[in-house]
């Protein structure tokens, strides 16, 4: 299998040329070959902090892709949106240099890890494994980390720690989570998405059961016993703990509520682990805490580090970020692109006490949009005013013929905005004090409320 292969290049000396070397998990990924001693080169697209970085630890990274970068390797890397008609890639191929996914290297990675913890699920992901760096951080385990966003704490999304854990948030899109090898796999939900890949939700249950199965003797296989998908993809399954808002091995006990900010405490088995306060909104975080403090008891780290690391969690990047205050009006973004997580998050804005609350929602990806249309077409009836950028098309061409037009047509009031500017214009002019503005989606939304922030700034001087 050409996974276990990579195992024979992962080692001291061996040549690893990296394509798409600055990207949020290729980075990373370089920092920590290079510390195993591999000898590594890069290149990407365009220059970027995440490239001077690498270059200041003596990594060299060529801008553009070019055949001639490859030669003399011993392996080439790459990351998922690099294909085979790449230059660098296609001559790799041509010279008989083994090429790997980003994925099988830091599955290569955790087998020298004794703790691997792999967070998964179709959302909360970011969260919990931000959760979980918190908790490691404040026990001191010094771990190695992979996060798909950016965590404040960190200033970036990934750390290259001396420590025996490696945490990981582990994606199921293209099964690439099928690489790793938890000795920790948690299962936050399942849902059916990715369907540009997956063909149903029985497909995506599937991966997910395939990746409870990677997980060895005398591992544990952590899951999210309230949720009904999850639970039908680990029927059978021998071992598997379970985690819950009121049920399961892990749950809240005596949970209360100041403004939107949850109190509980954690319990094993019945046991009082941990007396937890967050400093995140909404029930959804408290599902996610519950997660990340079952997942850290399991690794050993005791309740009080759990409790330290969780009060001083404030949030992932994009993931109910504060941007700011526009005429009075509080401006908060959110990576939410699933109607589950859109739920999640206009639930918890209902709870916080706020006038008004205003959507600002940017669709991403065609095949999710049409996929999941009576579902967004619900949840977007949910604020006060919504309002839609264009879809954000990623990877896509648009061969379902979808627009966020068929949205706004579907959800009484909703309008769509020709362009960001236009977008900007309409919030600026409608906020005002006591009003919670949402910029939503996985795209490049959020540079609307920082436009909004940015002009609010600028008319007060």
């Not at 902090?49 to 690498?54: E, N, R, S, T, Y």
């Not at 994925?103 to 931000?130: D, F, P, V």
């Not at 994606?171 to 790793?180: G, R, T």
């Not at 296989?221 to 703990?241: C, F, I, Q, R, W």
Request: hydrophobic fraction near 40%; proline fraction near 5%; include cysteine.
């Amino acid at each position: 299998m050409a996974n276990d292969r990579i195992h024979d290049y992962i080692v001291p000396g061996k040549r690893a040329h990296l394509v798409g070397i600055g990207g949020v998990s290729m980075s990373p990924l370089a920092e920590v070959l290079h510390g195993e001693g591999l000898i590594i080169t890069g290149s990407d697209m365009k220059e970027s902090p995440a490239v001077d970085h690498l270059r200041s630890l003596g990594i060299p990274v060529v801008i553009g892709h070019r055949g001639e970068s490859v030669e003399g390797k011993d392996l080439v890397i790459r990351t998922a949106a690099v294909h085979d008609d790449n230059p660098e890639i296609a001559a790799a191929h041509a010279l008989g240099i083994p090429v790997f996914e980003r994925a099988q290297a830091w599955g290569s990675i955790m087998r020298r890890y004794e703790n691997a913890l792999c967070i998964s699920g179709t959302h909360g992901k970011t969260s919990t494994t931000s959760m979980c760096t918190h908790i490691a951080m404040a026990a001191r385990i010094d771990p190695t980390v992979m996060i798909g966003g950016t965590l404040p704490i960190l200033g970036t999304g990934h750390r290259v720690g001396k420590g025996k854990t490696i945490i990981l948030e582990s994606c199921e899109y293209c099964n690439s989570f099928l690489s790793f090898y938890p000795t920790v796999a948690v299962i936050l939900n399942i849902e059916a998405d990715h369907l540009d890949f997956f063909k149903d939700l029985e497909d995506v249950e599937h991966s997910f059961r395939a990746f409870a199965d990677l997980v060895p003797p005398g591992g544990t296989v952590l899951a999210n016993g309230e949720d009904e998908n999850t639970m039908k993809a680990l029927e059978g399954k021998e071992g598997v703990l379970t985690f819950g808002l009121e049920t399961g091995n892990f749950h809240a006990k005596n949970l209360t509520w100041d403004h939107g900010f949850p109190t509980f405490d954690l319990v094993w088995d019945e046991k009082p682990m941990a007396h937890i306060t967050l400093q995140v909104p909404g029930e959804h975080n408290v599902k996610d805490a519950i997660a990340a403090a079952a997942a850290s008891l399991i690794l050993g780290i005791p309740g009080n580090a759990i409790a330290q690391g969780l009060k001083d969690f404030r949030g992932a990047g994009r993931r109910f970020e504060f941007k700011g205050k526009v005429k009075g009006a509080a401006v908060y973004d959110d990576y939410a692109h699933h109607p589950g997580e859109l739920k999640a998050l206009l639930d918890t804005a209902a709870t916080l006490g706020y006038d008004r609350v205003i959507c600002a929602f940017q669709p991403h990806t065609y095949t999710r949009t049409k996929a999941l249309f009576p579902e967004f077409v619900q949840v977007l009836q949910q604020p006060d005013i919504t309002f839609l950028a264009e879809i954000f098309a990623a990877r896509e061409k648009n061969e379902v013929g979808i627009t966020s037009q068929d949205l706004a047509d579907a959800v009484p009031g909703a309008k769509v905005a020709k362009d960001f500017e236009e977008l900007t214009n309409w919030l600026y002019d409608l906020a005002q004090p006591g009003d919670l503005i949402l910029t939503v989606g996985a795209g490049d939304i959020y540079t609307v409320g920082e436009a909004l922030v940015r002009r609010d700034q600028e008319s007060a001087t």
